[in-house]
Antibody, heavy 124, light 108 residues
Framework: EVQLVQSGAEVKKPGESLKISCKGSGYSFTSYWIGWVRQMPGKGLEWMGIIYPGDSDTRYSPSFQGQVTISADKSISTAYLQWSSLKASDTAMYYC?????????????????WGQGTMVTVSS | SYELTQPPSVSVSPGQTARITCSGDALPKQYAYWYQQKPGQAPVLVIYKDSERPSGIPERFSGSSSGTTVTLTISGVQAEDEADYYCQSADSSGTFVVFGGGTKLTVL
């Protein structure tokens, strides 16, 4: 079964760092773009960025450039989303997603597999 | 920055047809995709490449495109179709992914 399994919920304080993970299985992890999507409480979906694990080519939404870092470790089929200094406004559900087609360019395709989501709560 | 515009809400009675639109200047050049999200769940892809239906998605879900507007149509709406629906596409150069603001479908 093709799936993305994300790390568990996190509760952090403002200013702390955080790295959440997304492990792919059931397919060739290095051949598909993996993206991250934010959903703030009661709000819509926002694309944050995307990485191609095969060569670590990474793209960011202008809204999130410099705010987060996306990385991947292809040896363990895992993608990451990290913050160096969290803010209360980072409180949200974060989904990792797989782009539908293997290879190719990013961003002009659907996301056919979604992780279960990681809830991040930042509060003092 | 590029935006996709959806109506905030659409209401229909069971058995009727629901149409949810998504507008964006780059839609004539870029495909659109649609997702269904029920409360507490991750989104699910229901339409890709404007009008293609993934396996396992009921035939009552269909998509179409005309100029700068794409439309998700749900024929014979059922109570279980009540959900938020999001369109997704890319900017004209295919550099960035963009989501619409979402439409809440209410089945009366």
């Amino acid at each position: 079964e093709v799936q993305l399994v994300q790390s568990g919920a996190e509760v952090k304080k403002p200013g702390e760092s955080l790295k959440i993970s997304c492990k792919g299985s059931g397919y060739s992890f290095t051949s598909y773009w993996i993206g991250w999507v934010r959903q703030m409480p009661g709000k819509g979906l926002e694309w944050m960025g995307i990485i191609y694990p095969g060569d670590s080519d990474t793209r960011y939404s202008p809204s999130f450039q410099g705010q987060v870092t996306i990385s991947a470790d292809k040896s363990i089929s895992t993608a990451y989303l990290q913050w160096s200094s969290l803010k209360a406004s980072d409180t949200a559900m974060y989904y990792c997603v797989r782009q539908r087609r293997s290879g190719g360019s990013c961003c002009s395709d659907a996301f056919d597999i979604w992780g279960q989501g990681t809830m991040v709560t930042v509060s003092s | 920055s590029y935006e996709l515009t959806q109506p905030p809400s659409v209401s229909v009675s069971p058995g009727q047809t629901a149409r949810i639109t998504c507008s964006g200047d780059a839609l004539p050049k870029q495909y659109a995709y649609w997702y269904q999200q029920k409360p507490g769940q991750a989104p699910v892809l229901v339409i890709y490449k404007d009008s293609e239906r993934p396996s396992g998605i009921p035939e009552r879900f269909s998509g179409s495109s005309s100029g700068t507007t794409v439309t998700l149509t749900i024929s014979g709406v059922q109570a279980e179709d009540e959900a938020d629906y999001y369109c997704q596409s890319a900017d004209s150069s295919g550099t960035f992914v963009v989501f619409g603001g979402g439409t809440k479908l209410t089945v009366l």
